[in-house]
T-cell receptor, first 114, second 113 residues
Framework: SQKIEQNSEALNIQEGKTATLTCNYTNYSPAYLQWYRQDPGRGPVFLLLIRENEKEKRKERLKVTFDTTLKQSLFHITASQPADSATYLCAGLLFSGSARQLTFGSGTQLTVLP | DTGVSQDPRHKITKRGQNVTFRCDPISEHNRLYWYRQTLGQGPEFLTYFQNEAQLEKSRLLSDRFSAERPKGSFSTLEIQRTEQGDSAMYLC???????????FGSGTRLTVV
């Protein structure tokens, strides 16, 4: 079955380092992947969208890569800050029966330690 | 425009009661989505509207759930005969097109007791 998978283990890093989060997809080829940030008790906030024909996309301290061979997207936060602590969600369009819907992974909780 | 608004923020209801949630999307967005999220999980798709037409509905959505978007503006999600398993955060989102990110509201947290 089609899946979007993220490492469910929490990631702790030291302030100033680069955080790298992984998103893998199986049994399909998404036209694009999206990354969101979610803080406790709040809705997800859209960060970046990367299309399948784009290798890399950047926005300020954020960088996303899309490797269609490995079926993987990496999300990087450079010069991380404690304010970057949150859960990060990867999402892609999946087909379920006749329905096509944006499907989210379970998220990776990032903690940046001062 | 202040983004996607959801009302109420919190709802506690007794099992068997009906509840209705409201979502006001960004006015320029013609696409509206409902998701449900439980602790430790990513949002789970429920249904999708383009303007006033409900185009997609999750197979996981039981007959107790119904959603409307009259006139293609705000949307309501109703859950009839609530069950404890319906306890979750219900998220509404809107977008302006296929290659645009979704703008989510802050959600309605439902607790069924």
């Amino acid at each position: 079955s089609q899946k979007i998978e993220q490492n469910s283990e929490a990631l702790n890093i030291q302030e100033g380092k680069t955080a790298t989060l992984t998103c893998n997809y199986t049994n399909y080829s998404p036209a694009y992947l999206q990354w969101y940030r979610q803080d406790p008790g709040r809705g997800p906030v859209f960060l970046l969208l990367i299309r399948e024909n784009e290798k890399e996309k950047r926005k300020e301290r954020l960088k996303v890569t899309f490797d269609t061979t490995l079926k993987q997207s990496l999300f990087h936060i450079t010069a991380s800050q404690p304010a970057d602590s949150a859960t990060y969600l990867c999402a892609g369009l999946l087909f379920s029966g006749s329905a096509r819907q944006l499907t989210f992974g379970s998220g990776t909780q990032l903690t940046v330690l001062p | 425009d202040t983004g996607v608004s959801q009302d109420p923020r919190h709802k506690i209801t007794k099992r068997g009661q009906n509840v209705t949630f409201r979502c006001d999307p960004i006015s320029e967005h013609n696409r509206l989505y409902w998701y449900r999220q439980t602790l430790g999980q990513g949002p789970e798709f429920l249904t999708y509207f383009q303007n006033e037409a409900q185009l997609e509905k999750s197979r996981l959505l039981s007959d107790r759930f119904s959603a409307e978007r009259p006139k293609g503006s705000f949307s309501t999600l109703e859950i009839q005969r609530t069950e404890q398993g319906d306890s979750a955060m219900y998220l509404c989102a809107s977008s302006g097109g296929q290659y645009y990110g979704y703008t989510f509201g802050s959600g309605t947290r439902l607790t069924v007791v």
